[in-house]
Structures are given as C-alpha cells and as structure tokens.
T-cell receptor, first 113, second 111 residues
Framework: KAGVTQTPRYLIKTRGQQVTLSCSPI?????VSWYQQTPGQGLQFLFE???????NKGNFPGRFSGRQFSNSRSEMNVSTLELGDSALYLC????????????FGPGTRLTVT | QQQVKQSPQSLIVQKGGISIINCAYE??????FPWYQQFPGKGPALLIA?????SEKKEGRFTISFNKSAKQFSLHIMDSQPGDSATYFC??????????FGTGTRLKVLA
C-alpha cells in the first residue's frame, strides 16, 4: 500500500507571496491532518479534515487554511508569507478522526526569504 | 493542560544498552499515546502506541510503560543499535481528538 505523499518536497518563496501544498493520504484513509514542524516549536497541529470538512483547528492565524476534496486529497494554503513560516509542513492520514494510527508523509520543506 | 512534557532532550547510549525516554501529561481526557521515530529529512514514523487500559505494551525491542495514576508514560528501547539513532516524539490524543506532541528526544547510539 502506498504511503502518504506530499508535493512539492521543497519550496522557496518570498515574503508576501502565497503557497499551496498538497497531500494524498493512504488509500482508504479519510482523515488528513496538517502539522508545522520547526526546531523551536516542535510539531504543532494546524488542522484536520474529514469528509471534506474541517474537524479541528490549531492555534494558527487565518493566513493558514486548508481544504479536502472528495477523494480525500487535501491542500493547505498559506497566504502573505512571513519569514517565520519557514518550516517543514507535514501531512498525516488516518482511517478516521480520533485515536487511530496516524501516518505521516515526508513533508514539504518551505523556506521563506 | 494540553501539554505533553518529554525528557530528556537528548540521550547518548552505548550499543546494546537500554534507551529510556519519558513523557508526562496533565489532561486526563487523553486516551491514546503513540510514539514516533523521525530520521533527518523524513516524516515521523509510528513506532508503537498504547491505550490507558494496559500498563505495558511490547513490540520487538520497543516497550511502552504506562502509569495512569502518575500520568506518565515512557518508551524503552532494548538492545539499542546505531540504526536507532533518531529523534523520538511522544504524543497524546483524547477529548478534542487533536494530537499533542512532546518536544522530542534526540537519541544517539554509539557503535
């Protein structure tokens, strides 16, 4: 079974630009969560989608948004990029929301200059 | 109350030794506790997980010990190998169904 895939793997953007990251979950998984990982803050939960609906949201500004499509694929968007948005963005999929095993993709490394 | 405190921040162990990483939580609504292993340039990989109705779970060289009354759980890596050198994260979930991660432990196993 193929794992979680994320595209692109690396991105370099300029302050003020916007970016869209994509995530394809494991086949059969309908829940997709997004995390930001930085050396200083660790792994921080951004949001979770299930059945095309946002089920949970972390403490991030409204510049961070996401969506999920009917095939469970998900995208996250960051608008008006700031230097502090430089991070590894990880997508994780699970069968459903709740205490189920969560499997991570390799991440997208975003650098904002 | 939503935090998971992980220690130590870094750990050096000799090959064949036991690596022990500890986590503590406050929120009694947490009811699922996984451990993840992350190598540089990779996403975290699920290692082993436990629910609070058991006090210990073992999978190969990896064991989770869970102390519900103390609100603590730990990962033990037996017969540690250089290939185990990675960053390990504990996590907790419950109630709001959000995963809360510990800050990570960088493990180095010396050959």
């Amino acid at each position: 079974k193929a794992g979680v895939t994320q595209t692109p793997r690396y991105l370099i953007k300029t302050r003020g630009q916007q970016v869209t990251l994509s995530c394809s979950p494991i086949s059969g998984h309908r829940s997709v969560s997004w995390y930001q990982q930085t050396p200083g803050q660790g792994l921080q939960f951004l949001f979770e989608y299930f059945s095309e609906t946002q089920r949970n949201k972390g403490n991030f500004p409204g510049r961070f948004s996401g969506r999920q499509f009917s095939n469970s694929r998900s995208e996250m968007n960051v608008s008006t990029l700031e230097l502090g948005d430089s991070a590894l963005y990880l997508c994780a999929s699970s069968f459903a929301p709740g205490p189920y095993e969560q499997y991570f993709g390799p991440g997208t490394r975003l650098t904002v200059t | 109350q939503q935090q998971v405190k992980q220690s130590p921040q870094s750990l050096i162990v000799q090959k064949g030794g036991i690596s022990i990483i500890n986590c503590a939580y406050e929120n009694t609504a947490f009811d699922y506790f996984p451990w993840y292993q992350q190598f540089p340039g990779k996403g975290p990989a699920l290692l082993i997980a436990i629910r609070p109705d058991v006090s210990e779970k073992k999978e190969g060289r990896f064991t989770i010990s869970f102390n519900k009354s103390a609100k603590q759980f730990s990962l033990h890596i037996m017969d540690s190998q250089p290939g185990d050198s990675a960053t390990y994260f504990c996590a907790a979930m419950g109630g709001t169904y959000k995963y809360i991660f510990g800050t990570g432990t960088r493990l180095k196993v010396l050959a």
